[in-house]
Every structure is written in C-alpha cells, then in structure tokens.
C-alpha cells in the first residue's frame, strides 16, 4: 500500500489556514485536518479551501474532532495569540504556553508517533515546552525558527546585490525575535563568500550597510503587523517548505528551532541554526565557524530565550 502523508494543523486563525492553503498546493500531502476549538471557523476554512480542489493535487481535506487526528505524520501547531503592534513575540509567552499545555497532549495521545512542528510564538521557549511535555526525542520536536528569517535575510540581499534570491546562501541563527542574529561569515552568492563578492560587486557593503540590511530582516514582522495587522503568507510557505523537507525525506539544511545539546556549546534551550531535516526529523544539527563575535551573540540570545523558561523545566 502506498505511503499516505497526513497532517494536522492546530489552529485556523491567519498562520493555520494560509499553512493549510500552501499545502494544499504543493500537493505534498495526502490528508490535510484542520483542528480549532472554534470548530465553525475550521469547517468555513476547509469549505473554501475544498472549492479549489479541481486546481490542486488530490487532497482529502477535513476540519477535524479531536479523533482525526489519529495516525498524523506532522501535527502543526498555530493555535495562540497573535502578535498585536508593539507587542515583542516574547510577550506572547504566558498566554500562548498555557494553550500548549492544554491541547498538545491529547492531540499526541492520538498520534503518538507524530513529529510536532511548533509556529505559534514565542515559537523557541514553546518548542522547548512542547519537548517538555511530550516525552518525545528532541529530533521529533521542531519550531519553524528562523527559515522564514533566513528568508527575509536572502531576500534582502538579493534585492541589494541584484541577484537571484535562489543563489544567495546565508542564515539568519538563534532567536526568532529580537535577539537574532545574522551569520554574516557565512554568507555565499552563487558559490562566492559575500567578502569577496562585495569586491566586485560596487553596490557597496560596508558595516553601515550590513547593520541597515539586518535591521530590516528583524523588524520585517513589526512593519507588516502594523501595516496589515499579522504576517501569515510567507510563515505559510516558510511552514510547507519545512513539511516537504520531512515527508520527501530531502535532508535538507533548514534554519529549524531545536534543542542544543552540546553543539554551539548551548545546552538545555531551543534556538535556530542550520540542521538537516528528513522524515525522522532533525537528522543532524550543522556547526558553522562562526566569528568570535557572531558566537557571543549566539550565546546572548540563547540566554535571552533561557531567560523565559520557568525555572522548573530547567535541567
């Protein structure tokens, strides 16, 4: 029998019903439910959604009980309060961590052998939590963390050096907040390290210019919320890309949020860099070489998300 790939998206707000809408079109997944305890706005949401289904791969789409969640591949979870205008994500983390507790356990009684993906902000201390009260191996408990970053910070770079954003390599690493970091050291447009491009390149590159590029990439949130009031389109493609890396089994190398264990020389905290994702998950975390400079901030921002688990999680 062929392999079926089932998700679950917990939560139909902005960020779970434009994650169900990607999905659908990629076509990646065989059975997509939509699970909200506000069970009218899931049906509404999966109603439109299958009206497009003569556009799209076959998909069987349902707004799930809590019983459809059984036998799920990927259990997205998005439900939480939004990020509202001058509001931090870390704000968000008393709130949205009392909603975690609350409905990751049973959805994982159903489907025990679930990789979870944690979206819902503060998505670091909320990945950390989600391992926390799961029991699972920390390779089976990833947040989105930086991918969308990552590629706000490629977009950026590709706007100022006139390149293809596809051949423009860096990483944006730890936090997905305030504290992030950009690996500037390690940063390739089409194979050549962004130093040696800059030399050539005449659109000029300096500290001023880097400083003003990342300052961009992190506060992109805080422009669109307030411009529109939330940001769902690309957290919804940054979402399917990290899905399709897990069910094709691609290795692929994502910015995902998972625990530290050593690596960095971080321990006990979840943060975001380079690691290779496949159907088991988190195969593999990358250690780039990092600067003296980009490895103190790595450790600030690592310390600024340890600074919001309570006390009692810590080991």
């Known amino acids: 029998m062929e392999k079926t790939n089932k998700i679950v998206i917990v939560g139909a707000g902005n960020v779970g019903a434009t994650t169900a809408y990607a999905l659908l079109i990629s076509g990646i997944a065989s059975e997509l439910v939509l699970y909200d305890i506000n069970r009218q706005k899931a049906?509404?949401?999966?109603?439109?959604?299958?009206?497009?289904?003569?556009?799209?791969?076959?998909?069987?789409?349902?707004?799930?009980?809590?019983?459809?969640?059984r036998e799920a591949d990927i259990i997205i979870f998005t439900a939480g309060a939004?990020?509202?205008?001058?509001?931090?994500?870390?704000?968000?983390?008393?709130?949205?961590?009392r909603i975690v507790e609350k409905a990751l356990?049973?959805?994982?009684?159903?489907?025990?052998?679930?990789?979870?993906?944690?979206?819902?902000?503060?998505?670091?201390?909320?990945?950390?939590?989600?391992?926390?009260?799961?029991?699972?191996?920390?390779?089976?408990?990833?947040?989105?963390?930086?991918?969308?970053?990552?590629?706000?910070?490629r977009h950026v770079l590709g706007q100022h050096c006139g390149v293809d954003v596809r051949n423009v390599h860096g990483y944006i690493l730890g936090e997905h907040g305030d504290s992030e970091l950009a690996a500037w050291s390690s940063v390739?447009?089409?194979?050549?390290?962004?130093?040696?491009y800059c030399l050539a390149c005449g659109q000029g590159c300096g500290q001023e210019k880097r400083e003003e590029m990342f300052r961009q990439v992190r506060d992109a949130a805080y422009q669109i919320i307030q411009a529109k009031g939330a940001?769902?389109?690309?957290?919804?493609?940054?979402?399917r890309r990290i899905c399709e890396a897990i069910l094709r089994d691609e290795h692929s190398i994502l910015t995902v949020s998972s625990l530290m264990q050593g690596e960095y020389g971080l321990r006990d905290v979840c943060l975001s860099v380079p690691c290779v994702i496949g159907r088991q998950g988190r195969i593999k975390v990358l250690e780039l070489n990092l600067t003296a400079e980009e490895k103190e901030k790595l450790?600030?921002?690592?310390?600024?998300?340890?600074?919001?688990?309570?006390?009692t999680d810590r080991k």
Request: with cysteine; charged share 20%; net charge negative.
């Open 43 to 69: 049906e509404g949401e999966i109603m439109d959604l299958a009206h497009g289904a003569s556009f799209v791969p076959p998909t069987r789409l349902r707004a799930g009980y809590l019983a459809d969640c």
């Open 82 to 97: 939004a990020q509202q205008p001058g509001e931090t994500r870390l704000d968000l983390v008393d709130k949205n961590t």
């Open 105 to 153: 356990l049973p959805i994982l009684e159903q489907a025990p052998e679930a990789l979870v993906l944690m979206v819902t902000n503060p998505v670091d201390v909320l990945t950390y939590q989600a391992w926390k009260l799961s029991g699972l191996s920390p390779e089976r408990v990833l947040g989105s963390g930086t991918v969308l970053d990552s590629a706000r910070f």
């Open 188 to 196: 390739h447009i089409g194979g050549i390290r962004l130093d040696d």
């Open 231 to 239: 940001t769902y389109y690309a957290v919804g493609l940054a979402v």
């Open 299 to 311: 450790q600030h921002s690592a310390a600024v998300i340890a600074s919001y688990l309570p006390a």
